[in-house]
């Protein structure tokens, strides 16, 4: 059934389609970072946006394709904490670093002080912890989605 612009947006997604749209905002924000300078933090808001984007819309990936339903993933808004335990308990494995920091982004409001808050930019976390987690986020999501294909092409085979 084809989606209908008064629909949820993403109610009707797939994993695989969330997964690409993670990568989309995952490149945009890789180069978002080139066009950002040293100890100016304005500039680098957008990569941060994009990048807290990608983020979700990867953990949005593993869910669902873990069978979260969209609506209850949806309840979490931009809670990335609440999106870590869940993927957490739907088998993604993060470094505790990365876990912690993701906590963070959600405890110290980053999302929003990107979005909003200019005056409050200097007091987010580092680029590079930012991107670290970007990386590993995107990686074993990726390895994830990876594994879970090679499954079905197996089970594909086993069947013929």
């Known amino acids: 059934m084809p989606a209908k612009l008064q629909d949820y947006p993403g109610i009707l997604a797939t994993p ?8 989309a905002y995952r ?16 500039t680098r808001a957008p990569f941060r946006l994009s990048a807290i984007q990608a983020i ?19 309840k979490r808004q931009h809670d990335l904490g609440a999106r870590t335990e869940l993927a957490a308990a739907a088998g993604l494995k993060l470094r505790q670093k990365t876990t912690e920091h993701l906590k963070s ?18 007091q987010t976390s580092q680029i590079n912890r930012l991107t670290a987690t970007l990386d590993e986020v995107s990686r074993k999501v990726g390895a994830s989605f990876q594994k879970a294909a090679a499954g079905s092409n197996i089970a594909k085979k086993c069947g013929d």
């Not at 490149?27 to 304005?42: C, S, V």
């Not at 405890?107 to 200019?118: A, K, M």
């Open 56 to 74: 979700e819309l990867y953990f949005n990936a593993h869910l669902l394709a873990h069978g979260h339903d969209p609506a209850q993933i949806r």
């Open 105 to 122: 982004l959600h405890r110290n409001r980053e999302y929003l002080v990107t979005r909003y808050g200019p005056e409050l930019a200097s």
């Open 27 to 42: 490149d945009a924000a890789l180069l978002l970072l080139a066009a950002g300078q040293r100890r100016k933090p304005l």
């Open 16 to 23: 695989a389609q969330f997964h690409e749209l993670a990568d």
